[in-house]
């Protein structure tokens, strides 16, 4: 199952999410940040300077400032994805409208003899976005979700009073997700047993499933960098980066038992909540050789989270026909279920994204216009995840397990950008850029190409005291 089952397991447990790892991945994942001018270019900014893009970037940039200056950056994104489930192909369309990225440079003074030059930079930008979604509908004649609960209430060997006492009748409220199908009649133990093996209604007839997924939030950054440069030739620079994480993952599951006897269907929902603070710091380099050539070296510690903080909620509604049981001995026909929740389950972890390493070549062909290429080294199996608030041991068990999935699925991969401008006229300019962001993903864990390709292009016009720049 594509859609349901693939993301509730990813996304289900009694304690803790179960997939640390890929999470960190998201949040280690860039496909191109910075100013529309940049953006344009494919992201190649490593060995530029004088954009605003240089303070989260490499703030050797910095360096090349020789005035203030205050940007603003907005964008307009549209996206739509499609899924094929059971021979079905459905596609959702997303269009969003946000502010990315506002950054003040504030340019120095020469230095001693002016052979220094330094400028400061402040700024704020969403280094990630998440919001899209998708659905899938089809026909199930093999299984159903429900199926799912089954096998875990077997694996952990409950029995219908063990469930039972996982059960909040107060609040209504289950522990498990296992839990709470029991508490709204969907799976039942055996009849012998009392537990051990579970059963549902209506396991032979075909079942309609849809489902829907969605994610909505960001990554944010705020930067504050210095840059400086030694006789306009050599320049370098360094900055500290705070980075905060906000995202919410929704999932909902809908079942229809086609032709049933005792229960219609279900619907199954869970929404994740992660929010978290995280430390970085880069150290940059930008040199000219000459008037065509410039090099460049970027490097950016891990970004560290002190406390990553989610939150788990769901629930379960029964839309119940006739269903057998009991009350007081006595068999009844229950026709009305109340909906049963998941308790809410909050957890907070450590997490600890890769460093990166990056540098850049361009070639100036004089004030006409330039050619800019970066290369960005990203080793995701270095991933950890680790929480305090666990014992000692049981902490020792969580990251022994959690990063060996990262050291066993992740790999170094390379990000490669490429990007040209070319002045068209005084004050107007041509750009456009490829890129490629390596996927992180090792082969042995599947055979998917997860490599993303970004083509783009953009314009921009810049006056003395006035600039502005489209990027597509």
């Given at each position: 199952m594509a859609f349901g089952i693939g993301l509730f397991i990813a996304f289900t447990g009694n304690s803790q999410v179960v997939s640390y790892p890929f999470v960190g991945k998201t949040f280690s994942t860039s496909t191109g940040f910075g100013t529309a001018r940049m953006l344009g270019m494919g992201g190649s900014f490593n060995v530029l300077g004088a954009d605003i893009t240089?303070?989260?970037?490499?703030?050797?940039?910095?360096?090349?400032?020789?005035?203030?200056?205050?940007?603003?950056?907005?964008?307009?994104?549209?996206?739509?994805?499609?899924?094929?489930?059971?021979?079905?192909?459905?596609?959702?369309?997303?269009?969003?409208?946000n502010f990315t990225g506002l950054g003040l440079v504030l340019a120095g003074e020469e230095y001693?003899?002016?052979?220094?030059?330094?400028?400061?930079?402040?700024?704020?930008?969403?280094?990630?976005?998440?919001?899209?979604?998708?659905?899938?509908?089809?026909?199930?004649?093999?299984?159903?979700m429900l199926d799912y609960f089954i096998q875990q209430a077997n694996k952990k060997g409950e029995t219908g009073t063990s469930l039972d006492d996982q059960y909040d009748s107060n609040s209504n409220t289950a522990l498990s997700p296992e839990a709470v199908a029991y508490q709204s009649y969907l799976i039942n133990p055996d009849a012998k047993s009392g537990g051990v093996p579970f059963n549902r209604f209506e396991a032979s007839l075909p079942t309609r499933q849809e489902g829907y997924a969605s994610m909505n939030g960001y990554q944010s950054q705020w930067d504050i960098s210095y840059g400086a440069s030694y006789q306009q030739k050599f320049y370098i620079g360094g900055g500290i980066h705070f980075t905060r994480i906000n995202s919410t993952l929704s999932n909902s599951w809908r079942e229809t038992f086609v032709g049933a006897?005792?229960?219609?269907?279900?619907?199954?929902?869970?929404?994740?909540?992660?929010?978290?603070?995280?430390?970085?710091?880069?150290?940059?380099?930008?040199?000219?050789?000459?008037?065509?050539?410039?090099?460049?070296?970027?490097?950016?510690?891990?970004?560290?989270?002190?406390?990553?903080?989610?939150?788990?909620?769901?629930?379960?509604?029964?839309?119940?026909?006739?269903?057998?049981?009991?009350?007081n001995g006595s068999p009844v026909?229950?026709?009305?279920?109340?909906?049963?929740?998941?308790?809410?389950?909050?957890?907070?972890?450590?997490?600890?994204?890769?460093?990166?390493?990056?540098?850049?070549?361009?070639?100036?062909?004089?004030?006409k216009g330039f050619i800019s290429l970066d290369l960005e080294m990203v080793d995701y199996s270095n991933i950890k995840i680790g929480s305090q608030e666990l014992s000692y041991s049981a902490n020792q068990q969580f990251k022994n397990k959690y990063n060996s999935i990262a050291s066993k699925y992740f790999q170094t991969d390379l990000n490669v950008k490429f990007g040209a401008e070319y002045r068209v006229a005084s004050n107007f300019s041509l750009r456009a850029g490829i890129a490629q962001f390596g996927g992180g993903y090792q082969k042995s864990y599947d055979s998917i190409d997860r490599n993303i390709w970004q083509f783009s292009g953009g314009f921009g016009y810049r006056s003395n005291d006035f600039y502005w720049d489209i990027v597509t």
């Open positions: 240089s303070i989260s970037g490499n703030p050797a940039g910095l360096g090349f400032y020789n005035r203030n200056e205050l940007s603003i950056s907005g964008s307009l994104g549209f996206s739509n994805i499609g899924s094929n489930y059971i021979g079905n192909q459905t596609s959702t369309t997303e269009n969003d409208v001693a003899q002016g052979d220094w030059k330094g400028s400061f930079g402040f700024a704020y930008s969403k280094q990630l976005m998440f919001k899209q979604s998708f659905s899938n509908i089809g026909i199930n004649n093999a299984s159903s006897k005792y229960v219609d269907g279900f619907t199954y929902s869970e929404n994740l909540e992660t929010s978290g603070k995280g430390l970085s710091v880069s150290l940059g380099m930008i040199y000219k050789v000459n008037s065509s050539i410039r090099v460049a070296l970027n490097f950016q510690t891990p970004t560290y989270y002190e406390q990553v903080n989610e939150q788990l909620t769901g629930g379960m509604v029964t839309r119940a026909i006739s269903i057998p049981s009991y009350s026909n229950i026709t009305k279920v109340s909906p049963v929740s998941l308790a809410t389950n909050e957890f907070t972890y450590q997490l600890t994204t890769p460093m990166r390493i990056g540098g850049g070549l361009a070639y100036f062909l004089g004030r």
